[in-house]
């Protein structure tokens, strides 16, 4: 009798394919899976990168303890194809970014084809000096059009997401020019309560220890104990400074202290801080790609790392790095002060954050940085705003960003 002597790799070849037949037969008549699999790779071409520096001034100058500001401005960047598929990026103009765009990226890009992200990553981060800003705002958009194309969000492109919904915490109680804080920002954090913010982020470092403790106590009275507070010094403490400072944060029950020390050019002592204080140091929104932010994770130079998605590379680079810190147990809370794209690329990679670790549901969820102040480049560029409820925002579920840009409105306010 003749025996049946397969090899174990053919069994697996033969039900491998079996299987593959049948998945594809059940699903083609539906969803064009066989049709799809003969097809070519997608001939969409990049046809024209264009740049916009758009400015907007507000009524009275606002802005951290550093430097006040009456000016918002951001750079927003378009990326056509052939077939009419747009995509939108954006990130800060600082440096000659918008120059490194025109200039070298562009060149990068123009003729390829969008699907082709690993392809496009590295053609861009060569020519550019290791600018993150620019790869970011590019990226921003190539994720955005690729989304677009294959009919997919961004989380979507990434395996799909974990959560449906981000919490916001608001980006508030900046120093505004002619206002005392002490009178300012525990009725403002009141109102933002009100609203339904359960987590905010007040400015600190300008008046001094006495007075700038004052506020953080009156603002923990204003909203009780239940909600969230972040404080950001934005490198105006010395090392010393911060550690008494940061002190009396914990007394109070702060979240976090963010960069109280000079940023530029090494977060320089905050390896130091981390390890002094109990409180959680948060950092590193100017970050400019994986490299850096590795070195920084070794050395835990925070217990926070916030890297921002227009300025260290793009969405890929703040996944890596998040994935890389959740290695050493140190929580990613992605920087977000920009506009409506970054916004809504933000809220994307948020969902995609697992629980702290693999299958645990403890530890904290991740928040989204909002800002609160007058922005028309986050409310008046978009079709629809993005609406609170009830402390979280709804993560956009259309393809690419999930959100849809007015041209027309971005180029009124194109610097003249």
């Known amino acids: 009798m003749q025996r049946n002597s397969w090899t174990r790799r053919e069994c697996f070849k033969a039900g491998l394919a079996g299987s593959c037949g049948a998945l594809a037969g059940a699903l083609g008549s539906r969803w064009g899976v066989a049709q799809a699999a003969e097809k070519k790779p997608s001939g969409l071409t990049i046809t024209k990168v264009e740049t916009f520096a758009v400015e907007h001034k507000i009524p009275k100058a606002i802005g951290p303890s550093v430097a006040l500001s009456d000016v918002r401005d951001s750079l927003l960047i378009k990326i056509s194809t052939d077939s009419g598929l747009v995509g939108w990026g954006e990130t800060a103009d600082v440096g000659g970014t918008q120059g490194i765009i025109e200039k070298h990226l562009k060149r990068a890009v123009l003729g390829k084809n969008p699907l082709e992200q690993r392809k496009l990553w590295n053609a861009m981060w060569g020519p550019n000096f290791a600018d993150g800003r620019a790869v970011g705002g590019m990226d921003i958009a190539l994720h955005d059009l690729r989304g677009k194309a294959l ?24 120093y505004v020019e002619g206002q005392d804080p002490e009178q300012q920002h525990p009725p ?12 905010m982020k007040i400015r600190t470092g300008r008046y001094g220890f006495r007075k700038d403790l004052a506020v953080m106590k009156k603002i ?7 909600v969230r507070l972040l404080t950001d010094g934005n490198g105006a403490f010395t090392l010393p400074q911060a550690v008494k400072f940061g002190r009396e944060l914990e007394k109070l029950d702060f979240y976090c202290f963010e960069e109280p020390l000079p940023q530029a050019p ?5 390896d130091v801080l981390t390890r002094t204080l109990d ?3 948060a950092g590193g929104e100017v970050l400019d790609w994986r490299g850096t932010a590795r070195d920084h994770i070794l050395k835990r130079s925070f217990d926070i790392i916030q890297p921002d998605i227009s300025l260290c590379g793009g969405i890929a680079e703040v996944l890596f790095i998040a994935e890389m ?5 140190i929580q990613a809370l992605p920087h977000c002060w920009a506009g409506a794209i970054t916004i809504a690329a933000t809220l994307q990679v948020l969902s995609l954050f697992p629980p702290h670790y693999l299958g645990s549901k403890t530890g904290d969820e991740p928040m989204m940085e909002f800002d609160v102040y007058e922005n028309p480049f986050r409310d008046q560029i978009v079709t629809k705003k993005f609406e609170l409820n009830k402390g979280y925002f709804d993560v956009p579920t259309g393809p690419g960003l999930g959100i849809e840009i007015d041209e027309d409105i971005v180029k009124k306010y194109v610097k003249k």
């Open 151 to 174: 009919g997919l969000s961004v989380a979507d492109l990434y395996g799909g997401r974990v959560r449906d919904k981000i919490m916001a915490y608001a980006a508030a109680m900046n």
């Open 188 to 199: 403002e954090a009141a109102a933002l309560a009100k609203r339904g913010f359960l987590a």
């Open 220 to 226: 923990r009275e204003a909203v009780g104990p239940d």
């Open 266 to 270: 090494n977060y320089g002592g905050y």
């Open 279 to 281: 409180i959680a140091i």
């Open 325 to 329: 810190a959740r290695l050493f147990s």
